[in-house]
Structure formats: structure tokens, C-alpha cells
């Protein structure tokens, strides 16, 4: 895509879904930040469905900064990743940053990240040294970052962290790709020349609430594997062949005592919890079949990703009018009776 020759030069991308809270507390840090990088942006926040005041707040934000606001409305929640791709598609920049609306990626961070990309990284991607979030998320946020070092070989330090500049060409390429559910930081890394990891602050969420149950933070993880790796088919295969030969040698053992010694009742419940076992394995098995059958789905029903109610375009900002004088006071003369 090419850039045309109004467009700025960064191109700032914020997912928003129900966060009223912290929408003006984003807006007071980033737009200062910002503007004193005398450099061409625009902001594209993108709301993801809110049935908050969220809208209200953005076209209140475009009102005040329609020189570099763009809100866009999407026309419901579409997910995070889903409605970074739809600001990707909006935005003009040559490079774009990306970051959540809660502050944990403070938007002080901006002009560092922008410092690597001027040295020529077409990927600059934030690791949080000092994470601020339950011990928990932190602990299944390492072995997902373990789990894709080790089984996919894409190698960066943080693939949570959503703090990060592309380069244009790298976000042509993620939105090329035409997968429904997808994980954007790591689909970056397979289409970067130069891409460096670097540290960023992380804050506490201030205001609001995750929007991340555990139960999508789980489907969030079979995403990320079943989009990048056949690795949890293969291992349920390599299981399979190995748990046939250990059978395969039960049965014949079994065969055996059954002519030595006859007819036996014995271990009968040691059978039940193998054979339950066994049943459970199998069942985990059609499961993540399911996944990878249920992506294919996805993908070859063609319906779109993600639909775009709205997005605004940039205009300049109107010159202050210079104050009314204020009309003489009139002096009305008592009448006089
Ligand atoms: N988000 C979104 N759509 C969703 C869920 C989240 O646009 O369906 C946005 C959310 O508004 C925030 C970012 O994605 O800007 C990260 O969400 P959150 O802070 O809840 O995630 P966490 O930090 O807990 O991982
Ligand atoms: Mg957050």
C-alpha cells in the first residue's frame, strides 16, 4: 500500500472496548506525548463494539483534536486482535504503534520505541521487565512464551506485550494473511527483516477492568498454537503411537497369563482407570482436531473479519475565532416620568 502524500507519518492504533474509564486518561497522556515528537500522527482508536460510553467519548476526542483523532467504530466486538487489524487497515502511517487504552503501556513509551525504528528496525517490540499484573496471568504468560520459543521457533521476548511499532510493509503483510482468530505480535515476527525486542514500562490497569476471562484467555492460547504450529497435533500423534506399543505389549501380557494361568478377575479396576484414560486422551484428541477443523471452517467460509461501521478522517483544526468584542453596553434612559 502506498502511502498517499497527506499521510502522516506515525499512525497510532488503540484498541477500545467498554473502557469509558480510562479513555480520557489515555487521551491526556498520548496526545502531549505526541505533539511534542513535532512529528505528522494521527490516532486511530478503535472501539470494538462498546456499549459504554466509549463512542461518545471518542467523536468528543475528534471534536476537540480532529486534526489528529480518528476514531473508528466497528460495527460490533470483533475481539482485540480483530479490531487492531481493522486500525491497521484505516491507518496511513508508514510506521504504526500500537497499544492498549488502559495506560499499562504507558504512552510515554512511544518516542522510545520510535528511536529503534529510526535506526532502521522495521519491528520494535516491547517486553515488560517489571509486569504489573496478577501473579497468575504472569505465570501462564511465561509458559506461552516458553511454549512458542521452544515448539515454534519464533523467537522474541514477550508475545503479550501489544506495545510495539511495525513498519508499514510488515502490517500489509498481517493483513494480507486472511485467518479469522490470530495473533498479531507473533504473525509480525515471520514477516520482519530486522526486528528487536526491547524493554518497556508496564503499569497496574488504574481504571476499569480486564476484559480477558480466564476462559478466553485459555481459547486466546489455543489460538496462538493452533495458528502457528501443527506441534499439538504431532505431539498427540507421537502420544498415540507410543501408548499403541505400550498396549499392544498389555495385550500380549494379557494374552499370556490368560493361557498360563487361565481365567483371572484380577486388576479389573486397574483396566477401568487405563481404559478411562485411554478414553480421555482420545477425547483430547478429537478436541484439538476440532480446533485446527474449526479454523479451516472459519477460513473457507470467507465472511469478513471484522466490519467497519465508521472511521473518521483527519481534518485541520479550525483557528480559534477570535473573541467577539463585546457590544457597548446599551443605556437605556430612564424614562423619565
Ligand atoms: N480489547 C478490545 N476488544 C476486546 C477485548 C479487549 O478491543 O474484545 C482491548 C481493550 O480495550 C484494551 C486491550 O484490548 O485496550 C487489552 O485489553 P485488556 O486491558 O482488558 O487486556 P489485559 O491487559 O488484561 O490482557
Ligand atoms: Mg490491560
Not at 502420544?239 to 501380557?253: E, N
Request: aromatic content about 10%.
Amino acid at each position: 500500500m502506498s502511502k498517499s502524500n497527506t499521510s502522516p507519518e506515525i499512525s497510532v492504533v488503540i484498541p477500545c472496548y467498554n473502557e469509558e474509564a480510562c479513555l480520557q486518561t489515555l487521551f491526556n497522556r498520548l496526545i502531549p506525548t505526541m505533539d511534542r515528537l513535532k512529528r505528522s500522527y494521527e490516532v486511530l482508536l478503535v472501539n470494538d463494539g462498546s456499549q459504554d460510553k466509549t463512542t461518545e467519548i471518542l467523536d468528543r476526542f475528534y471534536k476537540e483534536r480532529p486534526d489528529v483523532m480518528r476514531p473508528v467504530h466497528l460495527m460490533r466486538n470483533f475481539g482485540q486482535h480483530l479490531a487492531i487489524l481493522a486500525g491497521f487497515e484505516v491507518s496511513r502511517g508508514q510506521v504504526i504503534v500500537n497499544l492498549d487504552a488502559d495506560c499499562q503501556n504507558p504512552p510515554e513509551e512511544i518516542p522510545k520505541l520510535l528511536k529503534y525504528y529510526d535506526q532502521g528496525h522495521d519491528l520494535v517490540s516491547g517486553y515488560r521487565e517489571d509486569r504489573n499484573d496478577h501473579p497468575l496471568r504472569k505465570l501462564v504468560s511465561k509458559l506461552s512464551n516458553w511454549a512458542r520459543e521452544t515448539f515454534m521457533g519464533i523467537h522474541t521476548k514477550d508475545h503479550g506485550c501489544m506495545l510495539m511499532a511495525y513498519d508499514r510493509h510488515v502490517t500489509d503483510q498481517i493483513l494480507s494473511c486472511r485467518e479469522t482468530s490470530t495473533f498479531i505480535t507473533v504473525l509480525a515476527y515471520l514477516f520482519a527483516a530486522n526486528p528487536i525486542d526491547i524493554p518497556v514500562a508496564h503499569e497496574a490497569r488504574e481504571e476499569g477492568t480486564s476484559k480477558y476471562t480466564p476462559l478466553k484467555l485459555i481459547q486466546y492460547s489455543l489460538d496462538l498454537f493452533t495458528s502457528f504450529s501443527l506441534v499439538p497435533i504431532k505431539l498427540f500423534t507421537f502420544f498415540g503411537f507410543i501408548v499403541s506399543i505400550l498396549s499392544a505389549c498389555l495385550v500380549a501380557y494379557m494374552a499370556f497369563r490368560r493361557i498360563v494361568y487361565g481365567p483371572e478377575a484380577e486388576g479389573l479396576f486397574t483396566l477401568f482407570a487405563i481404559a478411562f484414560f485411554l478414553i480421555s486422551v482420545v477425547i483430547t484428541g478429537i478436541g484439538i482436531l476440532g480446533e485446527y477443523v474449526g479454523r479451516i471452517y472459519e477460513v473457507v467460509r470467507g465472511r469478513p473479519r471484522y466490519i467497519i461501521r465508521e472511521a473518521k478522517e483527519t481534518r485541520p483544526l479550525k483557528a480559534t475565532p477570535a473573541k467577539k468584542a463585546k457590544a457597548p453596553r446599551k443605556i437605556t434612559k430612564k424614562a423619565t416620568s
